[in-house]
């Protein structure tokens, strides 16, 4: 692609999520509790274009004890980028017999220039968890992922 090209729509992209971050009315949270091996979390879903949108962006921080679950109509091969977060991320990417295909570890936050994370294999969720969950908690490509 064309560097300008890549600049204009990184510029555009910005422009919508501080629109959509700051002028959305307060979003509608909504949770499912998660259970991979012996680790339970409390996540918050994004369902809605908006709420993958913002994603976890307007958190400070989260705890080991909680995340955010991305929830997509069809499997495929979505991409993450960290623009305008505020904390480093661990992303499990799980299929749609809710098995764990890839995990990226330790997602940095970025401005400009961000890195696009992507599942080596097509997903249907994609779990946000606080950055070093997945090596405390031992958790693998292959287990199961359970919800309640």
């Given at each position: 692609?064309?560097?300008?090209?890549?600049?204009?729509?990184?510029?555009?992209t910005?422009?919508?999520?501080?629109?959509v971050?700051?002028?959305?009315?307060?979003?509608?949270?909504?949770?499912?509790?998660?259970?991979?091996?012996?680790?339970?979390?409390?996540?918050?879903?994004?369902?809605?274009?908006?709420?993958?949108?913002?994603?976890?962006?307007?958190?400070?921080?989260?705890?080991?004890?909680?995340?955010?679950?991305?929830?997509?109509?069809?499997?495929?091969?979505?991409?993450?980028?960290?623009?305008?977060?505020?904390?480093?991320i661990?992303?499990?990417?799980?299929?749609?017999?809710?098995?764990?295909?890839?995990?990226?570890?330790?997602?940095?936050?970025?401005?400009?220039?961000?890195?696009?994370?992507?599942?080596?294999?097509?997903?249907?969720?994609?779990?946000?968890?606080?950055?070093?969950?997945?090596?405390?908690?031992?958790?693998?490509?292959?287990?199961e992922?359970?919800?309640?």
């Open positions: 692609m064309d560097l300008q090209f890549v600049s204009y729509l990184l510029i555009l910005a422009i919508v999520l501080f629109i971050t700051f002028h959305l009315p307060k979003r509608d949270e909504r949770y499912i509790t998660i259970r991979i091996g012996n680790k339970t979390i409390k996540a918050e879903i994004a369902d809605t274009p908006a709420k993958m949108m913002i994603g976890l962006m307007k958190k400070d921080n989260i705890t080991f004890d909680e995340g955010m679950i991305f929830i997509f109509e069809r499997e495929g091969y979505p991409g993450f980028w960290m623009l305008n977060m505020s904390f480093p661990d992303i499990i990417w799980i299929d749609k017999d809710r098995k764990i295909v890839d995990i990226t570890r330790n997602a940095k936050p970025c401005i400009l220039n961000c890195t696009i994370y992507k599942p080596k294999e097509k997903v249907l969720y994609v779990l946000e968890v606080k950055a070093g969950f997945v090596d405390k908690y031992k958790i693998k490509e292959g287990m992922v359970k919800f309640y």
